[in-house]
């Protein structure tokens, strides 16, 4: 899950983002409207977590601007605001929930997983194939219903593979779901952080395997059989 976090107090800032990441959130953080605007038309965004009072405009106005471009990201507001007429605007503005300063980790995190089980936004908050489970709440992965640890990055790329399962995900768009703009992405970030996901799986047994498409990017499946012949003819990097 990749998440957009504006607040202009750059502190503040930093603390939701470290909170956010810490529950495998990839998130991308800025301080006002122009530099989220330019950040929604580079990448796709799971939810939008906003601040009203920015240094070059409302949130508001920002919030209006994403509905009338046909942007329907899940907007969180969270603001000093806090009155019941803020909160009703708010929300009539186009916002799908509203949480006031000063907040707890816990109740932002909680209202996030919130948005992002709604219809339309994620299928469901546990998927299972074959041997392999994964909750997208709590992060947790069994295999055969027992408890594996699985470091927060992995256990992100095998969420979105498995919700992909059977088709290809790009290296692009896999490497856009687990790494914001800001954070250290080598060349083979994404290759090493499959490698190490795939060796994991093995280890313990599951019956998934992720299969590299050279040059275009990585499918699960069960079955290896229909694969092999696709990776030989792929072309190469």
Known sequence: MRLLVIEDD??????????????AYAT????????????????????????????????????????????QTPILIMTGRDSVSDKVVGLDSGADDYIAKPFAMAELSARIRALLRRPGKIRNTKIEIGNVSIDSETREVR??????????REAAALEHLMR?????????KLEGR???????????????????????????????????L???GYVMTEDTDEINSAESNAPGD
């Open 10 to 23: 750059s502190l503040l800032l930093k603390e939701i983002r470290s909170g956010l990441e810490r529950q």
């Open 28 to 71: 991308d953080g800025f301080t006002s409207i122009e530099e989220a605007e330019t950040a929604l038309t580079l990448t796709d965004y799971d939810a939008v977590v906003l601040d009203l009072g920015l240094p070059d405009g409302d949130g508001l106005t920002f919030i209006s601007s994403l509905w009338s471009s046909g942007n």
């Open 164 to 172: 992909s399962f059977g088709n290809v995900v790009p290296k692009e």
């Open 214 to 216: 050279r040059g275009i």
């Open 143 to 152: 295999i055969d219903g027992i408890l594996t640890a699985i470091p927060r």
């Open 178 to 212: 687990l790494y914001g703009f800001d954070e250290e992405v080598t060349s083979n970030s994404v290759e090493v952080c499959i490698s190490r996901l795939r060796k994991r799986l093995k280890q313990v047994g599951a019956v998934l395997s992720i299969h590299t």
